[in-house]
Each structure stands twice: as C-alpha cells, then as structure tokens.
C-alpha cells in the first residue's frame, strides 16, 4: 500500500508564493516519475509539472518561469516551488507518483489565489 500526503495549500494574494509538498509513504521500491496537476472548478484535471527519476523536468506553458518543481529521493518527495501566482492558478493541486507497476495520485491541496 502506498499512500501520498500533500501539504503547502492556502490562500495568498496575487504575486505571493506557496511550496507544495507530496510525501510518499509505504511498500515504495523506487519511484519513476513524480508530477504535478490542477484542476479548478468546472475544469478537467490538467498537467502542471514533472519530474523525472533523473531530474528532467518539463512544465506546462501557463506556469513556466514561476514555478519549480524538485524531489528528494530521500525522503520520496516531491515539491513545487509557486511563485507570482496569479488568480487562474486558484485550483485544487493533485500529485501524482508514478511507480514500476501503477500510478498513485494524492488527495489534493487546495490553492487561492486572490486578486
């Protein structure tokens, strides 16, 4: 069983930052890919950012520039680094790990941004 626990969520004005963390717990014996998504209200659920187990990372167009997304091996978590958020990236924020055999998504933090 694995399990994810995402952290960082919250309300902040527009041009502030937030970190988001996704920690992975469990029967984990490596970790390929780790990303993360978004989904607002009324919308589909859309790709904001990836890593790769080697540290290759790609981003969606709307958040290039502002944010970063890292993991520590370590600790088998992911994070992303929010900056000069905007209020069309007000949305709840899943990760998502990929592993040898499935995927796991988290339960999602909630992301406000106000204007």
């Known amino acids: 069983q694995v399990q994810l626990v995402e952290s960082g969520g919250g309300l902040v004005q527009a041009g502030g930052s937030l970190r988001l963390s996704c920690a992975a717990s469990g029967s984990i014996f490596s970790i390929n890919d780790m990303g993360w998504y978004r989904q607002a209200p009324g919308n589909e659920r859309v790709f904001v950012a990836y890593?790769?187990?080697?540290?290759?990372?790609n981003y969606a167009d709307s958040v290039k520039g502002r944010f970063t997304i890292s993991r520590d091996n370590a600790k088998n978590t992911v994070y992303l680094q929010m900056n000069s958020l905007r209020p069309e990236d007000t949305a709840v924020y899943y990760c998502k790990i990929v592993l040898p055999v499935r995927s796991v998504w988290g339960q999602g933090t909630q992301v406000t941004v106000s204007s």
């Open positions: 890593i790769t187990s080697g540290g290759t990372t």
